[in-house]
């Protein structure tokens, strides 16, 4: 079974460009979740989705970043317009089910604002 | 918020038991969770414990959880050069986001 996947692996961008991530979580997996860790510091919360709905964006920095799932299925992480603070590991995780809560993590991807 | 803290470094010789503290402040934790992350690869689920149990024991690796002081540990018996990565405590509230701390980086020297 596949594992939840992440593009691109890495992304160096100017600041003021756009920048627009994506996630796969595994196949059935009504639960998807993107996580960003900044500067070494802890992996932090951004939003969840259950299906297409967006379910919490509680930790959404701001409103240059926009997440869709349409379909339900994969999600994009769009960031417009980037700036330096927005650096870092951005990770998207999957679960199958919120009361088993589980939840699995693809590779991350790297994203550096110059 | 909820805080989950850990000690960001930790130096074991080949061989030795490894153990890495976390504690955290959300009374409400359904479970909780250790992550690994190898150089250059993603988050990968070790083990994880439900917050009714004291000890979960999986091969090389021990979880002790103590509620009332909210502390968990992670074991890793004859630590391999394997293991060297970032280990991740995470937590989840009655919201079931994940809480992380900003994980422990462990060195196996030979």
């Known amino acids: 079974e596949a594992g939840v996947t992440q593009f691109p692996s890495h992304s160096v961008i100017e600041k003021g460009q756009t920048v627009t991530l994506r996630c796969d979580p595994i196949s059935g997996h009504d639960n998807l979740y993107w996580y960003r860790r900044v500067m070494g510091k802890e992996i932090k919360f951004l939003l969840h989705f259950v299906k297409e709905s967006k379910q919490d964006e509680s930790g959404m920095p701001n409103n240059r970043f926009l997440a869709e799932r349409t379909g339900g299925t994969y999600s994009t992480l769009k960031v417009q317009p980037a700036e330096l603070e927005d650096s870092g590991v951005y990770f998207c995780a999957s679960s199958q089910d919120r009361a088993t809560d589980t939840q699995y993590f693809g590779p991350g991807t790297r994203l550096t604002v110059l | 918020g909820e805080d989950v803290e850990q000690s960001l470094f930790l130096s074991v010789r080949e061989g030795d038991s490894s153990v890495i503290n976390c504690t955290y402040t959300d009374s409400s934790s359904t479970y909780l969770y250790w992550y690994k992350q190898e150089p250059g690869a993603g988050l990968q689920l070790l083990t994880y414990?439900?917050?009714?149990?004291d000890m979960k024991q999986d091969q090389r690796l021990t979880v002790l959880l103590n509620k009332k002081d909210k502390h968990l540990s992670l074991r890793i018996a004859d630590t391999q050069t394997g293991d060297s990565a970032i280990y991740f405590c995470a937590e989840n509230g009655d919201d079931y986001k994940l809480s992380f701390g900003a994980g422990t980086t462990v060195t196996v020297r030979a």
């Open positions: 414990i439900f917050s009714n149990m």
